[in-house]
């Protein structure tokens, strides 16, 4: 079963918003990352963090996480058009070394010109 | 730097129809090597991972088959394809590490349509 869950599945904003996507896993993880996937394309890593972290910013990305409740936000700031993608979080599990990432089913993110 | 390449991008075949997709990483030695699918409008479903030569998990009951007969080399097979294995198939390696599996990264991936 999938480990992580995005929520919403899909999210539509108009340029300048900022985007808010959500995401839920289900065991002890040691680190959580996000990436990006522009239609029809690979998948492009954005950002790591790790289980001992809180908060973490990439530019015009902040990634929250909360390994209580484990769920973790994905916020962009001032979007762009450009940034149109669907993005997953994806997730390890705890002290099992190089276990393959599970990914969640992603969010579809439009944003309007 | 590191590459991967996965070829080829797109192609279409008939029901019962052999496959094969490659994927090559250039730049990095042993590395941890993956096929993901991803159904139309979904999330990722890991199909293999590698962590060496000739060494194949296999995540999902299925009529595909993967090999890993040089280090930096991650073949997907089926003898016999199924209209289900149509999808968007993905190679991805991450370096290797520790305790907690690092970056991946990713192909421009290889979309099957099965007839």
């Known amino acids: 079963s999938q480990q992580g869950e995005e929520d919403p599945q899909a999210l539509s904003i108009q340029e300048g918003e900022n985007a808010t996507m959500n995401c839920s896993y289900k065991t002890s993880i040691n680190n959580l990352q996000w990436y990006r996937q522009n239609s029809g394309r690979g998948l492009v890593h954005l950002i790591l963090?790790?289980?001992?972290?809180r908060e973490k910013h990439s530019g015009r990305l902040r990634v929250t996480l909360d390994t209580s409740k484990k769920s973790s936000s994905l916020l962009i700031t001032a979007s762009r058009a450009a940034d149109t993608a669907s993005y997953f979080c994806?997730?390890?599990?705890?002290?099992?070394?190089?276990?393959?990432?599970?990914f969640g089913k992603g969010t579809r993110l439009s944003v309007i010109a | 730097s590191q590459t991967i390449h996965q070829w080829p991008a797109t192609l279409v075949q008939p029901v019962g129809s052999p496959l094969s997709l490659e994927c090559t990483v250039e730049?990095?030695?042993?590395?941890?090597l993956y096929w993901y699918r991803q159904a139309a409008g979904r999330g990722l479903q890991l199909l293999f991972y590698s962590v060496g030569i000739g060494q194949i998990s296999s995540e999902v009951p299925q009529n595909l088959s993967a090999s890993r007969p040089q280090d930096r080399q991650f073949i997907l097979s089926s003898k016999k394809l199924l209209l289900s294995d149509s999808g968007f198939y993905l190679c991805a390696w991450s370096a290797r590490t520790g305790v907690a599996t690092g970056e991946l990264f990713f192909g421009e991936g290889s979309r099957l349509t099965v007839l």
């Open positions: 994806a997730t390890d599990i705890l002290y099992s070394g190089n276990t393959p990432l599970v």
């Open positions: 963090i790790r289980s001992n972290e």
């Open positions: 730049g990095t030695s042993n590395p941890n």
